[in-house]
């Protein structure tokens, strides 16, 4: 157990806590040294013994190395030592899940503004070979300069990096409310999957809620699979029916009907007149949920229907109790 107060390397002075992820917790830190505020992510030390949780990490510091753009997080400081840990600049600024559940929802121009910004930053990504995979507002911060900061890295996939199977883990990658129809088959997911989410999270920050909801996870990877998002021109009347096809083209089922690049759809939210507007109506027909593909891992499939007896039982022993 790792306490506050606790120096790394006669350097780094962990000062309290972030918060804490899949494999891996966050903490504010000060480097002894120059008296700035920094971020140490360090694994989850009962898990290290796991390889995969290991290479996850080992690739997050792969990233780390090679990305460089304001708007992710700056690798100041890597160690592979026991425990190994990166270190992170500080920014400042607020969880943007946080805000959405105290605001609700943003303006239009906001919204345009920072999604465009974010798309930028994802296309610089995705040209280095980076995919994210798991964008969701717990993991964006907006920051003082009205840009959204992506702060972890935690799953994303790096070109040339071999798979990764967890142990004990389901294959299925990413946050149901973001995910997109090819994570819940099983695939590993790419530029596409991200545009997918973005299409999401502007679908969130305009209507305050995700575009698909529902009692428990099964439920709305099915929606993802089989139903259209309600109208944002209900909600907003005033919407430019550009953005609204944006998002449409964005959130299609099938990857290849999706925006080539994070680019392309960051010009469309900007310049929404010159959008096409037949995605807004063009039919999206339904996918089956799990497909059955070389990638995909039964074991996963069997587990989830055994969750979903499991919590249907549980609901009806509550119901009568």
Known sequence: MLEIGTIFENRYRLLAPLGHGGFASAFLAEDIRSNEKVVIKIPDISQLGDPAIYERFRREMAIGKLLNHPDLPTTVAISEG???????????????????????????????????????????????GVYHRD??????????????????????????????????????????????????????????????????LTYHLLSGTPPFTGDNPFTIMYQHMTDDPAPLTVILPDLHPGIWASIRRSLRRRKEERYASAQEMADDLRHPEKV?????????????????????????????????????????FLRKH
């Open 82 to 128: 026991r425990p190994p840990y990166l270190v992170l600049k500080y920014i400042q600024g607020e969880s943007l899940a946080k805000i959405l559940n105290e605001k609700g929802r943003f303006p239009v121009d906001q919204t345009v503004f920072m999604v465009a910004n974010l798309l930028d930053a994802l296309y610089y990504c995705h040209q280095k």
């Open 135 to 200: 964008l969701k507002p717990e993991n964006l911060l907006l920051a003082s300069d009205g840009h959204l900061k992506i702060i972890d890295f935690g799953i994303a996939f790096m070109e040339g990096a071999p798979r990764v199977t967890w142990r004990g883990f389901s294959g299925l990658m990413g946050t149901p409310e973001y995910m997109a129809p090819e994570q819940i088959k099983g695939e590993r997911g790419g530029a596409s999957t991200d545009i997918y989410a973005m299409g999401c």
């Open 276 to 316: 096409d507007l037949k995605w807004i109506d063009e039919p999206d027909p339904p996918m089956t949920a799990i497909l059955p593909t070389r990638r995909t891992n039964w074991l996963v499939i069997a587990g989830s229907v055994l969750m979903a007896i499991i919590l249907t039982l549980l609901l009806v």
